[in-house]
């Protein structure tokens, strides 16, 4: 298929009140397994309709097709585009393509709504955000479902009110195990083909939710490994975080790990917010453990989380939707879904160059900026 972008076309921006157009770019496993789900429950309420799917694999996208009940096969993105002017795009392709592609259905007018890794690099997040309409869309956002469950929006709630107190210490880990059979597949393991190891294609969701729930970092101390693949990147890596409201961080990704957890902990001043689970979380997920001082009424208001929305493509794709009708930007795009990768740029900076990294400061001209190696010697590809 042709990957040139689409040229150009006056925005579509504003609100829209149809029933929204949607296309699906790649129809692998994460289109299948969630993203075709996902369109075709909101289609189930009549909020969209999914109109079109691309793949370079015409058989692919053919079977895709046939199953989801979708009429309009494509193998070219700039055609399709241009035949279907879809509202709503979602990007399921490998993180490499994932600027070229978004830039290219943000230039027809329509959302897109992109896997993480968002980008490979800063540089190409920011390419993105620049393609972006100026005000009334069309954004891009990152698929961050971590964000969107019932438990998150809870202990949100609980720290953005200060019920808890203030977050003082906290851990993040995504400690996963991924076989020798798993790294045999050639374009794993490698910068240019997988975008970075377990600190960006597995711990970026547990990383993006602890910032969502702690905010802005202020600096990153980290370590990275090599210990048991034959890979270009690391297979783990540890981190000290500190953020702007002082509370410090442990942040561990690995792909070693025979007991598999990814898990969050906030110890703040008046409780401890746990989250654990693996690759998706619904409220008895979530623990709250109160201060020996907290009235048992008040715990027990904390404990409750109310009806439960387990995190998943859905329930972001819910949200986005109603921003696509009202115009506005959608959680995670734009600065609020480029946290995530800045944090892993800063980590990788940091456990490469034996530095504190402080946030804002890979810009254009550090070699972070255009790739997560940061050409350093012995990270970077030979
Ligand atoms: N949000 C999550 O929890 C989650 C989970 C798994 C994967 N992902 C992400 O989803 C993305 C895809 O992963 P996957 O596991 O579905 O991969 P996959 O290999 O199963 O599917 C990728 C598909 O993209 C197609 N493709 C390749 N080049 C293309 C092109 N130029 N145009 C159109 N289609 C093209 C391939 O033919 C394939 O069908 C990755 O970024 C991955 O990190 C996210």
Request: charged share 20%; hydrophobic share 40%.
């Amino acid at each position: 298929m042709s990957s040139a972008p689409a040229p150009p076309r006056p925005a579509r921006s504003g609100p829209r009140t149809h029933r929204l157009k949607a296309a699906v770019v790649g129809t692998g496993g994460i289109a299948r397994g969630c993203h075709l789900p996902a369109f075709q429950q909101l289609a189930a309420e009549g909020e969209v309709e999914v109109v079109a799917a691309v793949d370079i694999d015409d058989a692919a996208v053919r079977a895709f097709c046939a199953d989801g009940g979708i009429p309009h096969p494509y193998t070219d993105l700039a055609r399709m585009l241009d035949e279907q002017r879809p509202d709503v795009v979602s990007i399921c392709t490998p993180p490499t393509l994932h600027r070229e592609q978004t830039v290219a259905a943000l230039r027809s007018g329509a959302w897109v709504w992109c896997e993480k890794p968002p980008c490979p690099s800063l540089a190409e997040f920011d390419a993105v955000e620049a393609a972006e309409g100026a005000e009334g869309g069309p954004y891009a956002a990152i698929v961050f479902q971590h964000r969107f469950g019932s438990g998150a929006r809870h202990v949100r709630g609980l720290l953005d009110r200060g019920d808890v107190g203030r977050p003082l210490v906290a851990h993040c880990q995504t400690t996963w195990y991924r076989d020798t059979a798993y790294y045999a597949a050639p374009w794993r393991g490698r910068w240019a083909t997988e975008g970075g190891g377990p600190a960006m294609g597995h711990g970026i969701h547990q990383m993006d939710l602890l910032l969502d729930l702690l905010g802005p970092w202020s600096e990153v101390r980290a370590m990275a490994g090599r210990l048991v693949h034959d890979v270009e990147t690391e297979d783990v890596s540890t981190a000290l975080v500190r953020f702007a409201s002082g509370a410090m961080a442990t942040v561990v990704n690995s792909v070693l790990s025979p007991h598999e957890v990814s898990g969050i902990r906030l110890d703040c001043e008046r409780a401890t917010l746990e989250l654990t689970h693996l690759y998706g979380y619904e409220n008895a997920d979530w623990t709250v453990t109160p201060a020996a001082d907290v009235p048992a009424g008040e715990a027990a208001a904390w404990r409750d989380f109310g009806p439960d929305v387990p995190s998943s493509h859905l329930a972001q794709l819910r949200e986005l939707v109603a921003s696509v009708r009202a115009g506005v930007r959608p959680r995670s795009s734009g600065p609020d879904g480029r946290t995530s990768l800045e944090l892993i740029s800063a980590l990788y900076k940091s456990a490469f160059t034996d530095a504190t990294v402080r946030a804002g400061e890979i810009g254009p001209g550090d070699p972070y900026y255009t790739a997560l190696h940061g050409g350093a010697p012995g990270w970077a590809p030979v």
